[in-house]
């Protein structure tokens, strides 16, 4: 199926007055709570009805943003909806549970579906697209889109689009950084963002099992091709033994990268028995995307994930054969470094 342009009057249009459904994605993250929570409020300004749902549950570290508390479960979601608004992913199957809601719509009832996303998949659903690989976040489109149609951005929402962009960009520091992002931010913070309160709540607040799990990962990190690889794993019993969550892993795989040497940073995180959930960060010239997609995930060119299937070991043997084949072949073609 291919996907109109979603311009901002479109979306507009799509959205006003209808019953809204704004899924966050799995392992939802600072860009889209932020995305989600500020197109609720826009809804509310164009006689809609929100309604944000998240199938993984979602990260407390982002309970200081306004609406958060209002943010749903699928089990509690009912009614019928005239619109899907996929946020940060362009994918049903990166929406979870939350699928169900939209699978068990009547034929005739099938809400329309409508994507804004920042990420270069190949996959892509719905009858309206607004695709833009150049934003260093949803929330930098989202709020271009509030800006072009005059909807009010009030302190919180402001704090939701800031909350996003920071976090997307690793506080300023990722590649994707630029000039408009920081433009963007210098708006959110005359409309009420406060820098160092978002700073605070997102990276100063760690819980002692988020610190346990982190030290844990960094004593097992290993090498590979020459040390051009570092890797890491985490177990379950590691998560018992610390009392972390899976998300408490969330940002390990960034101290991978961080050791001199290193292009590709990998972290296997045990999900169950069959299967395993996979992140990559490479540092200059690897696309880690494209090593997602081919394990079935996706994501950036610095910054991707995959959930395979497959025991912890099997998996961690395919992917750093892989990924050191992926590194020889860039630096035999003369591109790397
Ligand atoms: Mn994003």
Redesign the pocket.
């Known amino acids: 199926m291919s996907a109109r342009e979603l311009t901002p009057e479109n979306l507009r249009e799509i959205l006003s007055g209808s019953r809204v459904l704004i899924p966050l994605h799995v392992a939802p993250d600072g860009?889209s709570i932020g995305s989600a929570l500020a197109v609720a409020s826009a809804c509310r300004h164009l006689d809609s009805k929100p309604t944000v749902v998240s199938s993984d549950p979602v990260p407390t570290t982002y309970s200081f943003l306004p609406g958060w508390e209002a943010i749903r479960r699928p089990e509690r979601v009912g009614g019928q909806f005239d619109v899907l608004l996929l946020l940060?992913c362009s994918s049903l199957s990166r929406i979870g549970r939350v699928r169900e809601l939209v699978d068990r719509a009547k034929p005739g009832e099938r809400p329309l579906i409508a994507v804004v996303d920042?990420h270069r998949t190949g996959e892509t659903v719905g009858d309206y697209l607004w695709s833009d690989a150049g934003a260093a976040?949803?929330c930098e489109m989202i709020f271009d889109w509030m800006i072009d149609q005059g909807l009010p951005i009030s302190g919180g929402v402001a704090t939701a689009l800031y909350t996003g962009i920071a976090t997307?960009t690793g506080f300023y520091a990722f590649p994707n950084t630029s000039a408009g992002t920081f433009r963007r931010s210098a708006q959110l913070v005359q409309l009420g963002a406060r820098p160092h309160h978002v700073h605070q709540k997102v990276n100063e607040e760690r819980s002692m099992a988020e610190i346990r799990i982190l030290g844990r990962a960094l004593e097992k990190m290993r090498v590979a091709a020459g040390g051009r690889v570092a890797w890491t794993e985490i177990t379950r019993s590691d998560l018992t033994d610390t009392g972390a969550g899976t998300d408490d892993t969330e940002g390990i795989v960034n101290h991978l990268r961080s050791v001199a040497g290193t292009e590709l940073a990998v972290i296997f995180v045990e999900m169950d028995t069959e299967h395993t959930k996979v992140s990559f960060r490479s540092r200059e010239y690897l696309d880690v995307a494209e090593l997602a997609r081919s394990f079935g995930g996706g994501g950036h060119a610095r910054a991707a994930g995959a959930k395979m299937s497959g025991s912890i070991a099997e998996v961690r043997k395919r992917v750093i054969e892989t990924g050191s084949r992926q590194l020889r072949l860039r630096e035999a073609g003369g591109q790397g470094k």
Do not use: G, I, P, Q
């Open positions: 860009d940060d920042h976040a949803t997307d």
